[in-house]
C-alpha cells in the first residue's frame, strides 16, 4: 500500500480522543459514561471525512477497518470463551502465591497472547484478592500478564507476530530477548510483591478456610477447544476474512455450549467488550493521520543508535497501536542496513545451492557468507524446499551481521514493554480494566495511571532496561 502523504493538522483528532479519554472521566464522568460513544464517532467521523474527499485514499480506510476487525474479533472471541471458563482458587492470596500467579500469567502470555492470558487469567486474579483487592492488582496485572510477559515469541504480541510474517524466526525473539525480559519481569515482580506484603500486613485477615475450600477448581467445558482454535486463527492469513470467521464462530460455539450457571459465576455481561469496541474504533480510525506521518518519516533516521530506536518505537507505541508502529521502524532498519548488492547475489547463490559460495570475492563477500550462513541457520527447511523468499533473504542479510541484531531487538522490547504505559498502548489493557470496572475493583484513571503508576514503576524499568542492553 501507498504512503499516504497527510497533513499534520489532522492528528489533532486523536490528540482530542487521547485527552478526553484521560481528562472527562474526572472532570465529568457522568456525561462520560452517557455520551462517548457520541464524542469517539464524531472524532472518528471528522478523519475518514478527510481521507474518503480530501486524500481520496478510501483503501488505506478499508485497510483500517479490516485491522479493526481482525482486533475486535480476537479481542471479543477471547472476551467470551474465557467469560465461559471458571477457574476459582480458594484459600489465602498471599504475596508469595500472587507473585507466582502473575509469574506464571506472564510466561502464559507467550502462549496463548497477552490478550488470551490476560482474558483468561483477570477474572480468577480478581476473584482470589477479593478480600483486599486494590488498584495496583489491576495495574501490575496489566504490567506483567498484558503487556511484559509476552516478549518472547511472535504469539506473545501483535508487533512480535508481525516482525514473523516479516521473515523473522519464530524462537529469534526468544532467543534475543530473554534478558530483557527478565529484567522487567523480575523487577515488576519485585515491586508488586513488597507493595502485596505491605498492603497484606495491613488488611484483616479472613477467616481460614475448612478443609476442601483450598486448591483450584476449574470448570471449562468446550472451551479449551474454542480458545485453542482462536490462537490457531491468529496465524491463517487467507483468504481475506477467514481468520476472523473461525474467531467469531468459535465464540458463538462457546457462548451456546456454556452452561448459564458459569457465565452467571463469572459475573459476564457484554458491557466491557461494547465499551472496548466502541473506544478503539475511534481510535483506530483518529489514528490513522499519525502513523501514515510516522511511516512517510521512517526513513529520515539515518544515523540513529538502539537509544534512538528503544525509546521512539516505545514512546510511540504507548499511545499508537504497537503493531504498525513497531512495522514502521523495522522498515526503517531495513532500508538502512540491508544491501540489497548482497540480497541479489544471495538469490542467485540460492539458485545454485550454494555452490558459488566459495569463489565469491569483493568488498561484499563476507556480507554474502554471513547472509548465507543466516538463512542456514534459522531458514534451513525452506532452503532445502526451495521456498526463500525476498523477505527472508532481507531478514537474513539483517540478522546476519552481528551489530544489526540490538536494533531489531529494541524496537521488539519497546513495542512490547511501553504498552503497558497506558490503558490503550495494548488491546487486553483496557479489557482488564473493564472488566475490573464491572466488577467493582478500584481501577485508576487514564490519568492517574500513567501518573501515580506508569511513571514511578515502569519507567524505573524501562530506564534500568535501557541502561544495561541499548545505551548506545
Not at 485514499?57 to 471458563?85: M, N
Not at 511484559?148 to 526468544?174: E, H, K, N, S
Not at 534478558?179 to 515488576?188: E, N, P, R
Amino acid at each position: 500500500m501507498d504512503v499516504v502523504v497527510i497533513n499534520p493538522w489532522m492528528m489533532l483528532p486523536f490528540g482530542v480522543l487521547l485527552g478526553t479519554i484521560a481528562l472527562a472521566p474526572l472532570l465529568f464522568g457522568v456525561w462520560w459514561g452517557r455520551h462517548y460513544p457520541k464524542v469517539v464517532f464524531g472524532l472518528a467521523v471528522i478523519t475518514l471525512a478527510y481521507y474518503f474527499f480530501g486524500l481520496r485514499a478510501a483503501p488505506r480506510v478499508w485497510h483500517t477497518a479490516h485491522e479493526y476487525l481482525s482486533f475486535i474479533s480476537l479481542v471479543g472471541s477471547l472476551y467470551i470463551v474465557s467469560g465461559g471458563i471458571h477457574i476459582n482458587i480458594k484459600g489465602e492470596a498471599t504475596p508469595a502465591v500472587n507473585t507466582m500467579f502473575l509469574l506464571v500469567g506472564g510466561v502464559l502470555a507467550n502462549f496463548l497472547g497477552t490478550t488470551g492470558a490476560s482474558m483468561l487469567l483477570i477474572r480468577p486474579w480478581l476473584r482470589m484478592n477479593r478480600h483486599r483487592t486494590g488498584a495496583y492488582h489491576v495495574v501490575f496485572f496489566i504490567f506483567l500478564v498484558s503487556n511484559v510477559g509476552g516478549c518472547l515469541t511472535p504469539i506473545g504480541d501483535p508487533p512480535l507476530f508481525l516482525g514473523y510474517l516479516m521473515g523473522i524466526p519464530f524462537w529469534w525473539v526468544a532467543e534475543h530477548c530473554l534478558l530483557m525480559w527478565a529484567t522487567g519481569m523480575g523487577m515488576l515482580l519485585a515491586m508488586f510483591y513488597f507493595v502485596d506484603r505491605r498492603e497484606h500486613r495491613r488488611t484483616p485477615k479472613p477467616a481460614p478456610a475448612r478443609s476442601g475450600e483450598t486448591g483450584w477448581h476449574i470448570r471449562w467445558g468446550s472451551n479449551i477447544f474454542f480458545l485453542a482454535v482462536i490462537i490457531a486463527a491468529v496465524f491463517v492469513n487467507s483468504p481475506p476474512f477467514l481468520r476472523e470467521g473461525l474467531m467469531i464462530t468459535a465464540a458463538l460455539g462457546s457462548w451456546f455450549t456454556t452452561p448459564k450457571s458459569v457465565h452467571e459465576s463469572n459475573q459476564f455481561n457484554f458491557h466491557p467488550i461494547q465499551e472496548v469496541a466502541i473506544l478503539f474504533a475511534g481510535i483506530f480510525a483518529t489514528m490513522m493521520p499519525a502513523l501514515d506521518w510516522l511511516e512517510g518519516n521512517a526513513g529520515h533516521l539515518n544515523g540513529a543508535g538502539t537509544s534512538f530506536f528503544y525509546w521512539g518505537c516505545g514512546s510511540l507505541s504507548s499511545l499508537l497501536d504497537n503493531a504498525p508502529t513497531y512495522l514502521c521502524f523495522l522498515k526503517a532498519i531495513s532500508a538502512r542496513l540491508v544491501d540489497m548488492d548482497t540480497v541479489h547475489q544471495v538469490s542467485h547463490l540460492i539458485q545454485t545451492h550454494g555452490s558459488d559460495l566459495a569463489g565469491i570475492t569483493g568488498p561484499h563477500s563476507e556480507e554474502i557468507r554471513q547472509t548465507w550462513a543466516a538463512l542456514q541457520k534459522y531458514y534451513s527447511a525452506q532452503l532445502a524446499a526451495g521456498t526463500v523468499g525476498t523477505n527472508e533473504i532481507q531478514v537474513a542479510n539483517l540478522l546476519g551481521h552481528p551489530g544489526n541484531n540490538g536494533y531489531i531487538v529494541a524496537i521488539s522490547v519497546a513495542s512490547v514493554f511501553f504498552g503497558a504505559n497506558t490503558y490503550i498502548g495494548n488491546g487486553p489493557n483496557f479489557m482488564v480494566k473493564s472488566i475490573a470496572d464491572q466488577q467493582k475493583v478500584p481501577t485508576p484513571s487514564f490519568l492517574n495511571y500513567v501518573l501515580k503508576f506508569a511513571l514511578p514503576c515502569m519507567l524505573p524499568v524501562l530506564l534500568v532496561v535501557w541502561w544495561m542492553f541499548f545505551r548506545n
